[in-house]
C-alpha cells in the first residue's frame, strides 16, 4: 500500500476522540475493524448462489429472453474463431477504455509464423478528464491526435494503414467494424455517443484531423483481444477475462444456442458484460453498505453493480469509503479525515492492489466452484494490443473479399439511365422489326386477330411443347366455362437434341397414349399446338421453325414447318389423323388464356426457361401482313434482342462465358441474361470467379462448382426467399456438395440477388417499351392494360415480379399496368384460339 501520508493523514494524529457525536466509541478498534472487513467476507454457499444465478442469466441472454434491463447483455462479437497463427501484416490497434484514463495505440506486427513474435511499440496518453465527461466528438478527436502523435515518430506511409478498434465498453456490433455503444462505463460519460457507431466516430474524427489516411478496419472489446492474443497453452485460449479497470469475460459459444445468430452450426465469441450482472437475490447479500455508497456517489448509479465490485477504478474507492468509515468512527487516524481522504478517487488501485494474492485467489475460486474444469490462466502479455491486430488481420481480408465482391457485382447494378436506354433500343428494334427491316427483333405476325368472345363451345385438344414440361391436354369449353384434363410427360434430353423424326415420333406416342387414357381413342378432336419456340407463320396452321432454342436442338426441324412434321409422325405412326388447327406461341397461349378472363389483357409475357413477349399490335404497322384496319398478335422473340451486338454495352464476362457454352452461342442474348434456364449459370460463373479469386471457398475449386447446370432456377428461388435463414441457403448449397461457411452462403446470396434483379429489371424495360408502344399507337395519354405473365421463374422467385413492375412503373409512368398469372398454362390457350377459329370457320361455312 502507498503511504498514508499522501492523504494527508499521520499515524497517529489528533486525540484519540470520536469526531462525530452520536457515535460510540470504539470499546476496542480492532474488533470494529474486524466487524467492518466481515461485510466482505463471502462465503462459498453465496458464491454458489452467485455462479448458479449469473449462468442462468447468461442462458437466459442468450435465448433472447431478456427484461428491459438485462443482467448480463451476451453480445454476439463478429469473431468466429481462435486465431490461426496465420495472420500477418502492420496494423494500429487503437485501445480506449481498457485502462482506466488512458489511451494506448500500438504498432502490431504480425509474421504469419507461430512462434515468430515482433515486440509491438505503444504509446499511452492520458485522457483529461474534462475529456472523459465532455462532448463525444471531442473525445474521438482527442483520439485522433493521439493517434497522429504516435505515428509521426514512426517510419511509416500515409498508405493503407490499418487499425483495430479496441473499444471496452458495451456495444451491439452489428459488423466486424459496425458497433454501437449502448452505454458508457468505468467513468466516462461523453455526450452524443451511446446509440451511436463508434467506428463512424472515430472515422470521422480521424479524417477531420487529415493527417493519416486510416482504415478502421474492425472493433474489438478488451476481452476478445486478450483471448486472441493469447499464446495456446495445453489447448487453445477459449476464454478471455479483463479485471482493469472495469470487468468482463467473453468466450466461445457453440452458435446455435445464440437465439439472435440464427445460425446452428460454428461458434462464435459472446462478450458477456457481466459488469452489469445485479440479481438482487444472488448479490444483495454480498454487497456492503460501501457498495451502495459508492454505486450511489458514481457517475451511473444502478448499473454496472458487479463490476463495482470488482473492477479497479471501484476497489480503491470502496478501500477509501472503509477508511473515511473507520475514521469517523474513531477507529483511525485518531477519528480525523482528511479533505484528500474525503474526495472520491484518492486511492487508487494501485494503491490496494496485491495481482499475486488476486490470482491465486481466483484460481481456488475457480477450483472450488468448477471443479471438473481444468483451467489455466495464461496472463496477457500486451493488453490485448496483439489479439486486435489478429481481429483487424481478418477483418482487413474480409473487407478486401468484399471490396472484390461488390467490384465484380458492379456490371449487373444497373441505373435507370441504363436501363431507358435498353427500353429505347427495344422499341427502335420493335419498329425496325415490324418494317421488315434488319433488327434483331423478329416481330411476328401469329394470325391471331381476336381474343375469344365468350361463345366458344366443344372439346379440343392441345399440345404444349417447350417448356419445363411437355403436355397434353383435353380442353372442354362449355357454357359453363373451361375444363381441362392434362398430363404431363417427359422429353429426355437425348430426344431433345436428336433427330426431328425421334421428336415428333415420342410427341405422337404420347398424344396416343393420352387418348387412349383419356378414352379419346378413334376421335379426330380439333387440336391446337403450343409450341413456344420462333416461327414464321404464313397462317394460323403453319408454322416454320426459324431456330431452335433452350436446349432444344432436334436436327432437321430448323426451316420445316412444324404442323407437317407433326403430320407426318402421325402418319409413320399410323395414329388416328389429327385435325391440327393452330400453333400458337407459348406468349400467345398466356395472353389468350388471360384473354378469357380479362379483355383488357392485350400482352403475353413468359419469364420461364426462356423469355419473351407477343402483343396486340396495329395490323396498319405490320408491313408483312397485308390489310390495314384491325389487328394482330406480334409474337416480338425479344429473347433475340441484341443478338446484333446491340446489348454489347451491359454484357458482362460471366454472359460472354455463358453464351459461349451454349448450344446456340451468340444467339438468344436478351434471354440468357434473363430467363431461368440461364440464372444459374450466370451465377456458377460468377461463384468460379470469386473462387479464383480465393474470396469464396478458401480460394478451393470444387468439382461441384465445375459441372454446369448445377443451379437450377428453383434454387436461385429458393435461395432469395425472405423467410430462409442464412443456414438454410447453406443447406441448399452443401445439397448441391458445396461445402461453405457462413460467409461464403452470404455472398452466394448477394450474388443470385444481383443477377435476378439485372433479369427482372432488363425484363421490366422490355415490357415497358412494348405497353408505351401500344399506348401511342393508340394515341393515348393513358393506357390501362393488362399482361397474362406465365414461367417458373416469374412464378417461384421471389422478388421477380414486384421488381419487374416497380420497373414497368418507373420507365412507362404513363401506362397502368396490371400483370395476371395465367393458371392454366399456355395450353389453354392454344384450345382457345382452335377455339376461336373454329367458330370462325363455322360462320364462313354458314
Ligand atoms: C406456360 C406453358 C409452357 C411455357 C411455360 C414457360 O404456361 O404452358 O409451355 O413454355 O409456361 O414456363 P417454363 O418455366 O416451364 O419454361
Ligand atoms: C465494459 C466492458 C469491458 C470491461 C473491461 C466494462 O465496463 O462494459 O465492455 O470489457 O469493462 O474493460
Ligand atoms: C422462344 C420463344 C418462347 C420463349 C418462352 C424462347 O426461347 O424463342 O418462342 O416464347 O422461349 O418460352
Given at each position: 500500500m502507498d503511504s498514508i501520508g499522501s492523504l494527508g493523514l499521520q499515524q497517529g494524529e489528533g486525540a484519540p476522540s470520536c469526531p462525530q457525536e452520536g457515535l460510540p466509541c470504539p470499546s476496542n478498534s480492532s474488533e470494529m475493524v474486524q466487524e467492518c472487513l466481515q461485510q466482505f467476507k463471502v462465503t462459498g454457499a453465496q458464491l454458489r448462489q452467485i455462479q448458479t444465478s449469473l449462468l442462468g442469466s447468461m442462458e437466459q441472454a442468450l435465448r433472447g429472453q431478456v427484461g428491459p434491463a438485462p443482467a448480463v447483455r451476451m453480445l454476439p462479437t463478429y469473431v468466429g474463431s481462435t486465431p490461426h497463427g496465420t495472420e500477418k501484416g502492420d496494423f494500429v490497434v487503437l485501445e480506449l477504455g481498457a485502462t482506466g484514463a488512458s489511451l494506448r495505440v500500438l504498432w502490431v506486427t504480425?509474421?504469419?509464423?507461430?512462434?515468430?513474435?515482433?515486440?509491438?511499440?505503444?504509446?499511452?496518453?492520458?485522457?483529461?478528464?474534462?475529456?472523459?465527461?465532455?462532448?463525444?466528438?471531442?473525445?474521438?478527436?482527442?483520439?485522433?491526435?493521439?493517434?497522429?502523435?504516435?505515428?509521426?515518430?514512426?517510419?511509416?506511409?500515409?498508405?493503407?494503414?490499418?487499425?483495430?478498434?479496441?473499444?471496452?465498453?458495451?456495444?451491439?456490433?452489428?459488423?466486424?467494424?459496425?458497433s454501437t455503444l449502448i452505454s458508457w462505463t468505468k467513468g466516462f460519460k461523453c455526450s452524443d455517443v451511446e446509440g451511436q457507431d463508434v467506428v463512424q466516430l472515430l472515422r470521422d474524427a480521424i479524417q477531420r484531423q487529415g493527417a493519416y489516411s486510416i482504415d478502421v478496419v474492425a472493433v474489438v472489446n478488451d476481452t476478445v483481444g486478450t483471448m486472441m492474443g493469447c499464446e495456446p497453452g495445453v489447448g487453445p485460449c477459449e476464454v478471455g477475462l479483463v479485471v482493469d479497470t472495469g470487468t468482463n469475460a467473453c468466450y466461445m459459444e457453440e452458435a446455435r444456442h445464440v437465439a439472435v445468430l440464427d445460425e446452428d452450426r460454428g461458434r462464435v465469441c459472446i462478450s458477456i458484460e457481466w459488469g452489469s450482472f445485479s440479481d438482487e437475490g444472488a448479490l444483495g447479500p454480498v454487497q456492503t453498505i460501501f457498495d451502495h455508497t459508492l454505486d450511489h456517489e458514481s457517475l451511473n448509479p444502478g448499473a454496472q453493480r458487479f463490476e463495482k465490485m470488482i473492477g479497479g477504478l471501484y476497489l480503491g474507492e470502496l478501500v477509501r469509503l472503509v477508511l473515511v468509515h473507520l475514521a469517523q468512527r474513531g477507529v483511525l487516524f485518531g477519528g480525523h479525515t482528511s479533505p484528500v481522504l474525503r474526495s472520491q478517487g484518492s486511492i487508487l488501485l494501485e494503491h490496494v492492489a496485491e495481482m499475486e494474492e488476486f490470482l491465486s485467489v481466483l484460481r481456488e475460486t475457480v477450483m472450488l466452484l468448477a471443479p471438473n474444469c481444468d483451467v489455466s490462466f495464461i496472463p496477457s502479455v500486451d493488453g490485448g494490443g496483439r489479439g486486435v491486430a489478429m481481429v483487424t488481420a481478418v477483418a482487413a481480408r474480409l473487407a478486401a473479399h468484399r471490396r472484390l465482391l461488390e467490384e465484380t457485382l458492379a456490371p449487373f447494378r444497373l441505373t435507370r439511365e441504363q436501363l431507358a436506354e435498353v427500353q429505347a433500343q427495344m422499341r427502335e428494334a420493335m419498329a425496325k422489326g415490324l418494317q421488315g427491316e434488319a433488327s434483331s427483333l423478329r416481330m411476328l405476325p401469329t394470325y391471331v386477330r381476336a381474343t375469344p368472345d365468350g361463345s366458344e363451345r366443344g372439346d379440343f385438344l392441345a399440345l404444349d411443347l417447350g417448356g419445363t414440361n411437355f403436355r397434353v391436354l383435353l380442353v372442354r369449353v362449355?357454357?359453363?366455362?373451361?375444363?381441362?384434363?392434362?398430363?404431363?410427360?417427359?422429353?429426355?434430353?437425348?430426344?431433345?437434341?436428336?433427330?426431328?423424326?425421334?421428336?415428333?415420333d415420342h410427341i405422337v406416342d404420347c398424344i396416343v397414349d393420352f387418348q387412349q387414357k383419356q378414352g379419346l381413342s378413334g376421335q379426330s378432336l380439333p387440336l391446337g399446338f403450343t409450341f413456344s419456340f420462333p416461327c414464321r407463320q404464313m397462317?394460323?396452321?403453319?408454322?416454320?421453325?426459324?431456330?431452335?432454342?433452350?436446349?432444344?436442338?432436334?436436327?432437321d426441324c430448323e426451316g420445316q414447318d412444324v404442323v407437317c412434321l407433326l403430320r407426318e409422325a402421325i402418319r409413320r405412326r399410323q395414329a388416328v389423323e389429327l385435325n391440327v388447327v393452330a400453333i400458337v406461341n407459348d406468349t400467345v397461349g398466356t395472353m389468350m388464356s388471360c384473354g378469357y378472363e380479362d379483355p383488357h389483357c392485350e400482352v403475353g409475357l413468359i419469364v420461364g426457361t426462356g423469355t419473351n413477349v407477343c402483343y396486340m399490335e396495329e395490323l396498319r404497322n405490320v408491313a408483312s401482313v397485308d390489310g390495314d384496319s384491325g389487328q394482330m398478335c406480334i409474337n416480338t422473340e425479344w429473347g433475340a434482342f441484341g443478338d446484333d451486338g446491340s446489348l454489347s454495352m451491359l454484357s458482362t464476362r460471366f454472359d460472354a462465358s455463358v453464351d459461349q457454352a451454349s448450344i446456340n452461342p451468340g444467339k438468344q442474348r436478351f434471354e440468357k441474361m434473363i430467363s431461368g434456364m440461364y440464372l444459374g449459370e450466370i451465377v456458377r460463373h460468377i461463384l468460379l470467379h470469386l473462387t479464383s479469386l480465393g474470396v469464396l471457398f478458401r480460394g478451393q475449386q470444387t468439382q461441384r462448382l465445375q459441372t454446369r447446370d448445377i443451379f437450377k432456377t428453383k434454387f436461385l428461388s429458393e435461395i432469395e426467399s425472405d423467410s430462409l435463414a442464412l443456414r438454410q441457403v447453406r443447406a441448399i448449397l452443401e445439397d448441391l456438395g458445396l461445402p461453405l461457411t457462413s460467409d461464403d452462403a452470404l455472398m452466394v446470396l448477394e450474388v443470385c440477388q444481383a443477377v435476378s434483379q439485372r433479369a427482372a429489371q432488363l425484363c421490366g424495360a422490355g415490357v415497358a417499351a412494348v405497353v408505351e408502344k401500344i399506348r401511342e399507337n393508340r394515341g393515348l395519354e393513358e393506357l390501362t392494360i393488362s399482361v397474362g405473365v406465365d414461367g417458373t421463374l416469374y412464378k417461384l422467385h421471389p422478388h421477380f415480379s414486384s421488381l419487374v413492375a416497380a420497373t414497368v412503373r418507373e420507365l412507362a409512368p404513363r401506362c397502368v399496368v396490371t400483370f395476371l398469372q395465367s393458371e392454366d398454362g399456355s395450353g389453354k390457350g392454344a384450345a382457345l384460339v382452335t377455339a376461336v377459329a373454329c367458330r370462325l370457320a363455322q360462320r364462313t361455312r354458314i
Open positions: 504480425l509474421t504469419g509464423i507461430e512462434g515468430h513474435k515482433v515486440e509491438p511499440r505503444s504509446q499511452e496518453f492520458v485522457i483529461p478528464q474534462e475529456v472523459m465527461l465532455g462532448p463525444g466528438q471531442q473525445l474521438f478527436d482527442f483520439a485522433a491526435r493521439c493517434l497522429s502523435e504516435f505515428l509521426d515518430v514512426l517510419p511509416v506511409d500515409n498508405q493503407g494503414l490499418q487499425l483495430g478498434f479496441s473499444f471496452s465498453f458495451p456495444c451491439h456490433q452489428t459488423g466486424l467494424d459496425k362449355t357454357t359453363g366455362g373451361v375444363q381441362i384434363s392434362s398430363q404431363i410427360y417427359s422429353i429426355p434430353e437425348c430426344v431433345a437434341q436428336g433427330s426431328g423424326q425421334q421428336l415428333f397462317g394460323l396452321d403453319q408454322g416454320i421453325l426459324l431456330n431452335w432454342t433452350k436446349g432444344f436442338n432436334a436436327s
